[in-house]
């Protein structure tokens, strides 16, 4: 048998899990002290070279291309 939802109790809900979903959003946001995130990690100098000749890499034939 299914439960018939009445208007008036349709809409409390939808405005509490939409409040429920902000408030999860809020929380997860904060930060959590002086730690650096997770993900975080301090690029080399060799590391920034590498990454500026691979950029170079895949952008300079279409440079040349785009000349002729």
Known sequence: MRMKWDMSLK?????GA???VL?????LAQNLG???PLCHSERSEE???ETKELL?????????DSSE
């Not at 809409?11 to 405005?15: M, N, T």
């Open 56 to 64: 170079r890499f895949l952008v300079a034939p279409h440079l040349r």
């Open 47 to 49: 590391s920034r070279s």
């Open 34 to 36: 002086q730690n650096p």
């Open 11 to 15: 809409k409390p809900l939808a405005v």
């Open 18 to 20: 939409i409040c429920l």
């Open 23 to 27: 408030a999860a959003q809020y929380v």
